[in-house]
T-cell receptor, first 114, second 114 residues
C-alpha cells in the first residue's frame, strides 16, 4: 500500500472550515484513500473514503486531485469536539475474499480553538 | 447498537503475570483486529481474524503474545509473561468482509505492567 505524508499538526478556529492535506504520490490505480480520526483516549473512528471522485458525508468532505497524488479532508464547520488526530491511509479495496491492513501513520493533530 | 466491547478498560499488573484482554465484536461482523498503541510506535496491527481464523499474526511481537477467537462473538489477547514494555493501549476492531475497509474500534484497554 502507498505511503502517505501529512503535516504533524494544525490549528483551526471553531466554526471555520478545517482543510487537512494528505500527499500520496505513489498511490496506484486500485488504492482508495481512507480517513480516520482518533479523539483523545478513544479508539480510531472512520470518517470517509474515496477512490477518484470527491465524496461527502455527514462528517466531512474528501477532495481528491485529478492525478490522485494528494487529497484534502474538509471539516466544514469545525467544533471543539473535532479536536483529534486525523489519519490519512491508502490501501487497496476489499473484495469478498481479500483483506488487508490499515497502516496508521503519525497523522495530523488538529486542535480546534474557541 | 453496543459497538465493539472490550474488557477490562484498565489493567495494572506486575511483571511476569499473565494478562488476558477480551473483545466482543459487533454482531454480524466477521473480521476482527487487535491493535496496540504506544507513544513511541503509534498504532500497530498485531493480528487479525476472518471468520474466526487467524489470517496474519506477523505483527505479534513475540511468543509471549497469543490471540484466539473461539467463536464469532468473542476474542482474547493473552500476554504471558507480561513485561513493562508491554504497557500500552490495546484496541480491538471489527468489520464485515468485503467492500470498504470500515473498521469499528472499541474503547481500548489500557495496560500497565509494573
Amino acid at each position: 500500500d502507498a505511503k502517505t505524508t501529512q503535516p504533524p499538526s494544525m490549528d483551526c478556529a471553531e466554526g471555520r472550515a478545517a482543510n487537512l492535506p494528505c500527499n500520496h504520490s505513489t498511490i496506484s490505480g486500485n488504492e482508495y484513500v481512507y480517513w480516520y480520526r482518533q479523539i483523545h483516549s478513544q479508539g480510531p473512528q472512520y470518517i470517509i473514503h474515496g477512490l477518484k471522485n470527491n465524496e461527502t458525508n455527514e462528517m466531512a468532505s474528501l477532495i481528491i486531485t485529478e492525478d490522485r497524488k494528494s487529497s484534502t479532508l474538509i471539516l466544514p464547520h469545525a467544533t471543539l469536539r473535532d479536536t483529534a488526530v486525523y489519519y490519512c491511509i491508502v490501501r487497496t479495496s476489499m473484495t469478498t475474499d481479500s483483506w488487508g491492513k490499515l497502516q496508521f501513520g503519525a497523522g495530523t493533530q488538529v486542535v480546534v480553538t474557541p | 447498537d453496543a459497538g465493539v466491547i472490550q474488557s477490562p478498560r484498565h489493567e495494572v499488573t506486575e511483571m511476569g503475570q499473565e494478562v488476558t484482554l477480551r473483545c466482543k465484536p459487533i454482531s454480524g461482523h466477521n473480521s476482527l483486529f487487535w491493535y496496540r498503541q504506544t507513544m513511541m510506535r503509534g498504532l500497530e496491527l498485531l493480528i487479525y481474524f476472518n471468520n474466526n481464523v487467524p489470517i496474519d499474526d506477523s505483527g505479534m511481537p513475540e511468543d509471549r503474545f497469543s490471540a484466539k477467537m473461539p467463536n464469532a462473538s468473542f476474542s482474547t489477547l493473552k500476554i504471558q509473561p507480561s513485561e513493562p514494555r508491554d504497557s500500552a493501549v490495546y484496541f480491538c476492531a471489527s468489520r464485515t468482509s468485503g467492500g470498504v475497509d470500515t473498521q469499528y474500534f472499541g474503547p481500548g484497554t489500557r495496560l500497565t505492567v509494573l
